[in-house]
């Protein structure tokens, strides 16, 4: 029987490697014109009604969408100790963004992260860590831009009506939860959050990446509410900008509870309510997010994913 020799197995192994990124790369395709042809109406219609909107404000809106990646790109570098190769991590935002619509509750663009990550040397568990940090860092500043906009926007977030006992049961619910992972996984979670917390602590000694993860953070999430201001401009919706930026972000973090692709239905209909109940008419409200949504997800997508191909075929991630 003939021997293999190590160049053929190379050449084998390449080969193969060739067709599975080839297969990657029409997958990704075939799910991009799945996506455009399921969700046209939306896309149509959203297209025109901005036909007529201001061409200025709609250029503020694009521009601010584009530096949601680069703000993205900031944060994850700074949630990092090592020197990351920079236009390949801007790459990488991009086509996380495009990943995070395909997969549900950010699945997509933690696992692009993390392959980006790993494939620049830091190890998994270094790497999830690192994720988990940029993640606790864009909740905490989200949650300071609602806290400082509230108080310029009086009565417009309302606390619903919840019952005494919910408290009671949310917390029964979540401590019996974590008995339950305590049980099973206690030693793996404990480790987990003593190296997030370890990653937390050696980005504060450094103020160059204190900087860039605190900045790239609330830098993103201005820039999102940047986009929906400079779109409800454009087509002349009748609220302040603060309201939009605060309706905005109370929304976004709503629909982050839900574990859809990048928020896809639920952030549109959570969105398009609370600038409807805040005294906007339904049509202007519509046409906002759908252009808000154009912007930040279907125009970008097919580029994205055909950038997460290259990526992939190029071994970066």
């Known amino acids: 029987m003939p021997m293999t020799s190590p160049a053929q197995l190379a050449v084998a192994v390449g080969r193969r490697r060739a067709y599975w990124h080839s297969a990657f790369c029409l997958a990704v395709l075939v799910c991009a014109v799945y996506l455009a042809l399921r969700h046209w109406p939306a896309v149509h219609t959203g297209v025109v009604r901005l036909a007529v909107a201001d061409q200025g404000w709609l250029l503020v809106a694009a521009t601010a969408a584009v530096a949601t990646w680069m703000s993205s790109a900031l944060a994850q570098q700074g949630a990092v100790a090592r020197r990351l190769p920079g236009t390949r991590l801007v790459a990488a ?33 270094r790497s999830a860590s690192a994720l988990a940090v940029k993640a606790t860092a864009g909740a905490l500043t989200r949650c300071m831009l609602i806290a400082a906009l509230a108080p310029a926007c009086p009565g417009l977030l309302r606390v619903p009506h919840v019952p005494p006992a919910a408290p009671v049961v949310v917390l029964a619910a979540a401590a019996m939860v974590a008995v339950v992972l305590n049980s099973r996984l206690g030693p793996r ?63 976004s973090s709503a629909a982050a509870l839900l574990p859809t692709p990048g928020g896809l239905g639920s952030l549109d209909a959570v969105l398009a309510l609370a600038l409807t109940a805040s005294g906007a008419p339904a049509a202007l409200a519509a046409s906002a997010v759908l252009g808000y949504r154009l912007l930040t997800v279907w125009l970008p997508l097919v580029p994205g994913l055909l950038v997460l191909g290259v990526l992939v075929r190029r071994k970066a991630v």
């Open 93 to 125: 935002q991009f086509a996380a963004s495009a990943a995070n619509h395909l997969l549900p509750a950010g699945v997509g663009a933690g696992a692009v992260n993390l392959r980006f990550l790993m494939r620049c040397g830091l190890p998994a568990g």
């Open 189 to 251: 979670c404990r480790q987990a959050v003593t190296a997030v917390l370890a990653d937390i602590r050696a980005v504060h000694t450094s103020p160059p990446r204190t900087a860039a993860l605190w900045g790239g953070s609330l830098a993103f999430a201005a820039l999102h509410s940047l986009v929906l201001i400079a779109v409800a401009q454009a087509v002349e919706l009748p609220l302040p900008p603060a309201e939009v930026a605060l309706l905005y972000l109370a929304a």
